[in-house]
């Protein structure tokens, strides 16, 4: 059986810490490097319009503090960094990495293409969006099991009769499942026990028993993102692959996303895509502008609306919300409150949306031995936001 992707993510941490020899809390050894100096984002013809900071409503100053900040150890963890304002690429930044366990998942020698982990998730849904816009999938109430042709299922119950494409997008599919109690790595981690147990993931997390009636609670489920990604290609019959390639990150300009490959041969989309920094951005703005990039529509602006809608409840620090593998939060300055949209990924793989300035940020980082994951919340709350000088 094929080494999982769950099992590598848990000996990279592993090795981490053993090789670091002191506390994640401290900062990490640093390569001496030059002092950061901005200049604004080379022009590459990649769909990006470049500019600068100063001429945007930005201090540029404080920027030139943060990025020298991340680069000489202040902020740990931080591989890349680019900001967009009112659809303009003002500042991007890749900060020096070694290749990692991750980069071998698909032989990537680039350092400026980072794994996604979870951020991926956000792109099956919009590939679901895409799926429905063009009648492949008729209504999004449709039940889930429905998109498969396994002949039988074990732990038989009526109600995964009632699990609905909807309930798979917002992680609310009722069936028996926990991945966040026990870390990676660890048996009692539903994601690490099935992957370590099973090559067909999406046939084994539908086999699973029932606990909750469909749509009543929330159970963040990495399979079940996967699972998306199966349901649009056997609705679609084309290699997810393709369909990605040529509905989404073509219109998108994006020349060189890859995936990390399930043991059955679908792309992870549950953690798996591999994307440069600026082509992250990308897909912020295409969330940002209601579904369309450069004045090209890709979604329906409707779905984006139900994308972004906050269709779970949540109460955690920089969340207040579910949509469709989106998350909901809100920023704070002590006075005022900024409401924001986010993908999220390990080690802190972080797109973020802020419409009240018109804002992308998007960030790639190795933060997945320590408690700084969160860090592209705290650094665009205490550090960007308040560089901005206009709304």
């Not at 895409?130 to 209504?139: K, N, R, S, T, V």
């Amino acid at each position: 059986m094929p080494i999982s992707w769950i099992k590598r993510i848990w000996i990279l941490i592993a090795a981490s810490i053993v090789l670091s020899g002191c506390s994640s809390s401290d900062p990490e050894p640093q390569v001496p490097q030059e002092p950061y100096q901005y200049q604004i984002p080379h022009y590459i013809d990649d769909g990006w319009q470049t500019g600068h900071l100063s001429d945007f409503g930005f201090d540029d100053e404080q920027l030139v503090s943060l990025v020298q900040n991340i680069q000489n150890g202040t902020h740990p963890g931080i591989d890349s960094i680019s900001i967009v304002k009112d659809n303009t690429l003002l500042l991007h930044h890749d900060f020096q990495r070694d290749l990692t366990v991750f980069d071998s998942w698909i032989n990537n020698n680039d350092p400026s293409r980072h794994v996604m982990h979870s951020t991926s998730k956000s792109f099956v849904s919009a590939l679901a969006g895409i799926a429905l816009q063009q009648g492949y999938i008729q209504d999004i109430s449709r039940p889930f099991y429905s998109f498969f042709n396994y002949p039988e299922y074990d732990n038989w119950d009526e109600r995964k009769n009632s699990i609905t494409f909807e309930n798979a997008l917002t992680m609310q599919l009722g069936l028996e499942w926990d991945e966040w109690t026990y870390p990676f790595g660890d048996n009692g981690n539903s994601l690490t026990y099935l992957t370590n147990n099973s090559d067909n993931y999406i046939k084994s997390m539908l086999d699973l028993p029932m606990v909750t009636d469909p749509g009543t609670d929330y159970a963040y489920n990495t399979i079940a993102s996967i699972a998306i990604g199966a349901a649009v290609e056997n609705a679609t019959g084309i290699p997810l692959e393709d369909y990605a390639e040529q509905y989404l990150f073509e219109p998108l300009q994006i020349a060189d996303a890859q995936w990390l490959m399930t043991p059955t041969g679908l792309p992870n989309t549950g953690s798996g895509l591999f994307l440069a920094t600026r082509d992250m951005a990308k897909f912020g703005q295409l969330y940002l502008d209601g579904g369309t990039w450069n004045g090209l529509r890709i979604i329906e602006e409707s779905w984006v609306a139900d994308s972004l809608a906050k269709s779970v409840e949540l109460s955690w620090d920089y969340t207040s919300g579910y949509g469709y593998q989106w998350w909901l939060g809100e920023f704070r300055d002590g006075v005022n409150i900024y409401p924001f949209y986010s993908t999220r990924g390990f080690g802190g793989q972080f797109i973020i949306i802020v419409p009240d300035f018109n804002l992308v940020v998007a960030f790639t980082a190795h933060n997945y031995d320590n408690n700084l994951y969160d860090s592209p919340f705290r650094l665009t709350e205490l550090f960007i936001l308040p560089a901005i000088t206009t709304l």
